[in-house]
């Protein structure tokens, strides 16, 4: 009220003036929260009628972030690489790269989820289900969980056994089409289709069957041990296909 | 009165922005600057092979963010923010002509206020656009507590403004660099009559007819 009066003094036949000012940061803060509220509806619109595309063509759409505890890639080669399986099995092994491609395959396409909300839509992936390598070993009575190390020497991940035989929950060595790059875990790295991707441990080294769920490098750090895409307690819908 | 634009006098020098302003200015650009220089490599972390330090990275983007507000916030408080608070008032306010001017681009008849429309909506989106990219690096810093659509919408919103943001940016300073006296003024504060007579003949009437009441 006071201001009101200070400026029609200061100017006494002050056009009419208009608070254009407030107008624009209200609508350019209005847009912001409804992209935030919406985007995700919309991006999953389009890309049911365009069959995706829409967030490729947009700033910060359908990209990878690529994350790395060390800030560093572990660089293993194909030749190198091997996959130490221990613990509570029959027969504890380790794999090749070649072991692991003599197995039967499994490849579908499906999208990687960060908890943090980035996600890339149809993504395709390769490689043997987790449940044949352990068919393979032959679990010990007693086992209840697994764990899983990477070459990175930092992250750590672990399954219960249950999760472990979901029908999409793989040891990839393909992904996007080509052999799994390093920024993105190669040589070999998990996925776990049902869950966020801090449980797609990258860079995988080892697998240890054990008696008991023990946490990973980020539900140390705050995350859930269950990290399904959907927040509850199991998955709602195994995909069919894969059954 | 004639405003010879050549005269070079004390005398005839106006203050367009006072101390308080020009800190405010140089510390938001200094933050600015910061942010977008980090968010160069989370955007493109996996092109430069710059992931090295992306958690270092990350940490000087997340602080830096959260004091954005600060300069703006303190300059605007207090006894010594009256100025900035009467050019926020300013740049609110429109009249009829610059709402014209800035709707044809510059093509109309204005006398100019001390800024005109363009350096207006500059500061308008400027200003929204800390709000925004603080509510959306919030969320993304804290995701937990928000449903995860939201937090693939604060992702797209908060990249989508960042890229808006870097064409503003380099806008503004391309304005300011071909504009010396503009540019001189958010470093010393002054600009002479001659430079209000010819880009802001609303401010100098105004000032004068302050001028001529306090005598
Ligand atoms: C000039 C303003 C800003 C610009 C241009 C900017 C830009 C960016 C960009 C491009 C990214 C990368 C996102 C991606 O990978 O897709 C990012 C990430 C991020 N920004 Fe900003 N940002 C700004 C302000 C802020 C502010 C004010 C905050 C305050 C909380 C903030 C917090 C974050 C966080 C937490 C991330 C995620 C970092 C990570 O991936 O670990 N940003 N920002």
Redesign the interface.
């Known amino acids: 009220m006071m201001?009101a009066h200070r400026?029609a003094s200061?100017?006494p036949k002050a056009?009419?003036?208009?608070?254009?000012?407030?107008r624009?940061?209200i609508g350019?803060?209005a847009l912001?929260?409804a992209?935030?509220?919406?985007?995700?509806?919309v991006?999953n619109f389009f890309s049911g009628v365009l069959g995706s595309g829409l967030g490729g063509l947009?700033?910060?759409?359908d990209r990878?972030?690529?994350?790395?505890?060390t800030?560093?890639?572990p660089t293993v080669s194909r030749a190198n690489y091997r996959l130490k399986v221990s613990g509570l099995v029959h027969d504890p092994r380790t794999f090749t790269i070649e072991d692991l491609e003599a197995m039967p395959s499994t490849s579908f396409t499906k999208a990687f989820?960060c908890?943090?909300?980035?996600?890339v839509p149809d993504v395709r992936w390769e490689g043997v289900q987790l449940s044949h390598i352990l068919k393979t070993v032959g679990v010990k009575e007693g086992a209840v969980a697994l764990t899983f190390e990477s070459y990175d020497r930092a992250d750590t991940e672990c399954l219960t056994l249950d999760q472990a035989h979901l029908p999409d929950v793989i040891v990839a060595y393909r992904m996007l089409g080509a052999p799994v790059t390093t920024?993105h875990g190669g040589p070999v790295r998990l996925y776990v289709a049902p869950m966020f991707g801090y449980k797609s441990l990258k860079w995988l080294s080892a697998i240890k069957v054990v008696d008991g769920v023990q946490p990973g490098y980020w539900e140390e750090n705050?995350y859930p041990v269950n990290g399904w895409?959907d927040?509850t307690t199991g998955p709602t819908n195994p995909d069919p296909q894969l059954t | 009165m004639s405003l010879a634009p050549t005269m070079p006098s004390e005398a005839l020098r106006m203050l367009r922005f006072d101390r308080v302003q020009r800190s405010a200015h140089w510390s938001n650009a200094l933050l600015f600057g910061v942010l977008m220089a980090t968010a160069i490599p989370l955007y493109f972390g996996s092109f430069f092979g710059v992931v090295l330090a992306r958690h270092v990275v990350a940490e000087i983007h997340l602080w830096t963010g959260l004091a954005l507000p600060i300069p703006i916030i303190i300059s605007l408080l207090g006894s010594w923010g009256v100025q900035m608070r009467r050019d926020v008032r300013r740049i609110n306010l429109w009249t009829r002509e610059e709402m014209r001017w800035m709707k044809t681009l510059g093509e109309t008849p204005l006398v100019a206020d001390k800024f005109n429309p363009g350096q207006k909506l500059n500061s308008i989106f400027t200003a929204a656009s800390i709000v925004i990219m603080l509510a959306t690096g919030s969320m993304l810093q804290w995701f937990r507590f928000f449903p995860v659509p939201w937090r693939q919408g604060a992702t797209f919103v908060h990249d989508a403004f960042a890229f808006a943001i870097f064409l503003v940016v380099i806008g503004h300073i391309v304005m300011a660099l071909t504009h010396r006296d503009s540019l001189r003024s958010i470093f010393t504060g002054w600009v002479s009559e001659g430079w209000a007579a010819r880009h802001a003949g609303a401010w100098l009437k105004e000032e004068q007819a302050k001028a001529g009441r306090t005598e």
Do not use: C, H, M
């Open positions: 201001s400026d200061i100017s056009p009419k003036r208009v608070p254009i000012g407030r624009v940061f350019l803060a912001g929260a992209g935030v509220v919406f985007w995700a509806s991006a947009l700033p910060g759409g990878f972030r690529i994350y790395s505890i800030g560093n890639y989820q908890v943090t909300g980035w996600r920024e705050g895409l927040g």
